[in-house]
């Protein structure tokens, strides 16, 4: 009896010891795989969940801003466009603003602005205009002087420093090189430092260069998202390693020689003489935002200046930071704080983190302590969750993650950014796997009833996501713009996962744009699939058949009904438009017709042209429109599920509602807020009622 007691005993714990082998293999293999995803994707801001860390940590702890700050902006803003007119200004304007700012004692003035050109609006200039056809008044502009001299004069007076913007080698601007060496070393580097590097800049007048202090650079696009989290303090521009404006200013402001950039320990550290401050080893520094508050006083009218309203007993000691401000202004950024700021913001907040030496760290050496740590807590897990129940396993996954938060929210008070996004996601993913094969393991013979059931629901699933996939794939990026030509943008949102609503744009040439906005009959995957095909052969059949609208639509109308055993049909509305001169023309396949908006007119729907819909009968005509967009001008082209949108009582947004709702909207806005303001004022009109039909809209814009 003994030995038959023993061997009863035995057998269980031999059957868990062979369940928790199996959960910690795939545990292991789990934590080998995130490892590896982890280090793949390196210590920069490609994963969306690591920005969302580190906005996450500034939006908790802001900087505090300096109550008597060392830099102020002196910005030709709205009121000082009212006072002085349109900018740009003429250029002894400028001169007249930097010599009231050298007057009151800034220590230094940094330009964000580009004088690349001489100024148009200069006497001498004019007087040109005016020689063939009136050479008396050419004389008489003529002895008003030069502007750009007078500019001149005054940068020469001061502390100047102007900008240059960094481009690429294939820029056709000119670039106004006379090899003016920033003040710049490196020191005790092997080799050359990997900075963000530019072939060239551009640059002020080789007047206006020779008479400033220095020059430094402005350019800091390339982010992931629009958002600035960091600027390159040091960048090549020509060959030649040059400071970012807010560094730069603020050398010449301690009258530092040199700027001069040395290895560290963790990085590089840029040295201006009487201060110092860390970069990464790409010249990047991060920026510590404080919160930019409404009528700051760190943002100085241009016009009270130049009035005098604001003299030297706010500006004495200060560094001035020039920018333009006003309407239309296009160098507006987004902080990690959500906040919308002029780019200039970047620099003046670069001024203050350097002064009050309240910086930001993340070295590579930091990532390596993450994924090791990410290592230390998966090999825990592996350890602790196959043999624990689930409350306990939930309580140390728990207690891990809130230390790792923990950490990371002190070592940011410090001025480190450490992330605890990626160890979280992934020690999360390694106690995900380990506690579902445990959970397995224990609760087969119950998942047994039900594997049918669940086989089938994760079918379906897959099958649903990878329509959804498809229907993503074949559509175009959303948005699409070329420079002073077109805007345009884009919006899709399915009824269900999947939709059989579709729009594509894509360029015929150089200077026409095609355009298409459709809605096929029925929903979910089979109208996702036919979707897919109309949209494609739409695009096959305008690439080929390129110059007729009319043979575009005939002819994809036949294409799509051959083989349509199941009779379904698609409508669609196809446009071309010539980016050069503004013509539209366009043709429907039993879709709505667009609604044009132009300033000054109440919204408009296009003369209907309008044909069968496509996918059913085959050699019917369909009738063109000609429009045209005048700069300014906006096309709306949406598919029935904006207009028949049902609220809970069953009555449709229409046509009336759409046309009313874009009455109302500003002439400036952009193609996005016309479809954010559509989306917002049919959910408002929907209220809880479910989406009745697929919703697609497509706003294009000759941009002013």
């Known amino acids: 009896m003994a030995s038959l007691d023993d061997n009863a005993d035995k ?23 995130v490892l590896l995803g982890h280090s793949t994707l390196g210590d920069g801001l490609s994963p969306p969940w690591r920005r969302l860390w580190f906005d996450t940590l500034q939006v908790t702890a802001p900087r505090e801003r300096p109550a008597d700050p060392p830099a102020v902006i002196v910005a030709v803003d709205e009121g000082s466009i009212r006072a002085f007119g349109q900018w740009p200004w003429p250029r002894d304007h400028i001169a007249v603003l930097i010599d009231r700012l050298q007057d009151a004692g800034v220590r230094a003035i940094g330009v964000d602005i580009l004088f690349s050109e001489p100024d148009r609006l200069s006497p001498l200039s004019l007087a040109r205009w005016f020689e063939s056809a009136d050479r008396q ?8 002087g030069d502007t750009d001299a007078a500019l001149a004069e005054a940068i020469r007076r001061s502390q100047v420093i102007l900008p240059i913007a960094g481009i690429g080698a294939d820029f056709p601007a000119s670039r106004n090189n006379i090899g003016l060496d920033p003040p710049v070393l490196l020191e005790g580097f092997a080799s050359r430092p990997p900075l963000v590097e530019f072939a060239d ?71 201006l003489e009487t201060l110092s401050f860390p970069v990464e080893r790409d010249g990047s520094f991060w920026l510590r935002f404080g919160r930019f508050e ?40 987004t902080t990690p704080l959500a906040q919308e700021v002029w780019g200039i913001e970047a620099h003046l907040q670069m001024i203050e983190q350097i002064v009050t030496e309240d ?22 897990l592996i350890q602790v969750v196959p043999r624990a129940p689930p409350a306990t396993s939930l309580a140390v996954a728990m207690g891990l993650s809130c230390g790792l938060v923990a950490v990371s929210f002190i070592a940011f008070r410090f001025g480190w950014l450490f992330d605890a996004s990626g160890p979280l996601l992934g020690s999360a993913v390694t106690w995900a796997g380990l506690l579902g094969s445990s959970l397995v393991e224990r609760d087969r013979e119950r998942l047994i009833e039900r594997s049918e059931r669940e086989a089938e629901m ?3 699933e897959l099958l649903l996501a990878a329509a959804a996939a498809m229907q993503r794939s ?169 207009t028949e949108a049902l609220d809970r009582e069953r009555e449709a947004y229409g046509l009336d509602r759409l046309m009313h709702c874009l009455k109302g909207l500003p002439a400036d806005a952009a193609p996005e807020q016309i479809i954010e303001k559509i989306r917002s004022d049919i959910a408002a009109f929907v209220g809880p009622a479910e989406q009745s039909d697929d919703l697609t809209l497509m706003v294009v814009e000759r941009p002013v």
């Open 359 to 380: 910086f930001l760290r993340r070295p590579a050496e930091l990532f390596v302590i993450e994924t090791v740590l990410l290592g230390m807590i998966g090999i825990l």
């Open 294 to 333: 409404e009528n700051d006083p760190r943002y100085l009218p241009a016009a009270k200046v130049i009035n005098g309203e604001i003299g030297a007993d706010v500006l004495k000691g200060k560094i001035a930071l020039l920018a333009v401000t006003g309407f239309g202004t296009v160098d507006s950024q």
């Open 137 to 144: 008044l050419a004389n008489r502009l003529e002895e008003f």
């Open 11 to 33: 057998s269980p714990q031999k059957g868990l010891s062979s369940d928790v082998r199996l959960s910690r293999w795939i545990g292991l293999a789990l934590l080998l795989v």
């Open 458 to 460: 994760r079918a379906r």
């Open 201 to 271: 800049g551009l640059r002020a007048t080789p007047r206006l260069q020779q008479a400033a202090a220095s020059q430094a650079a402005i350019a800091f696009d390339g982010l992931p998202d629009g958002v600035v989290r960091r600027v390159p303090a040091v960048q090549w521009i020509a060959d030649r390693p040059t400071l970012i404006l807010g560094a730069e200013t603020l050398r010449v402001a301690e009258q530092a020689f040199f700027g001069t950039v040395k290895p560290a320990e963790l990085g590089l550290t840029v040295d």
């Open 474 to 642: 074949v559509l175009p990026l959303p948005e699409f713009e070329r420079e002073g030509q077109v805007r345009l943008a884009a919006h899709l949102t399915p009824s269900f996962d999947v939709g059989g609503d579709l729009y594509d744009h894509f360029l015929l040439d150089e200077k026409r744009l095609f355009l298409l906005v459709g809605d096929v009959s029925g929903k979910g995957i089979a109208a996702c699939q036919f979707m897919g095909i109309s949209k494609r052969l739409w695009k096959i059949v305008a690439q080929r058949m390129e110059n007729n609208i009319a043979e575009i639509q005939t002819t994809a109308n036949s294409e799509i009904a051959a083989d349509n055993s199941e009779m379904m049909f698609v409508t669609g509305i196809a446009a071309i438009l010539d980016l050069e001169t503004g013509k539209l023309s366009y043709s429907s396949a039993g879709h709505d017709q667009p609604l044009l908006l132009r300033e000054g007119e109440p919204p408009r729907q296009l003369e209907e042209q309008t044909g069968p819909p496509a996918g059913l009968m085959t050699g019917l005509p369909y009738p063109v429109g000609d429009s045209h967009l005048d700069p300014g001008d906006k096309l709306v082209l949406f598919s029935d599920g904006v």
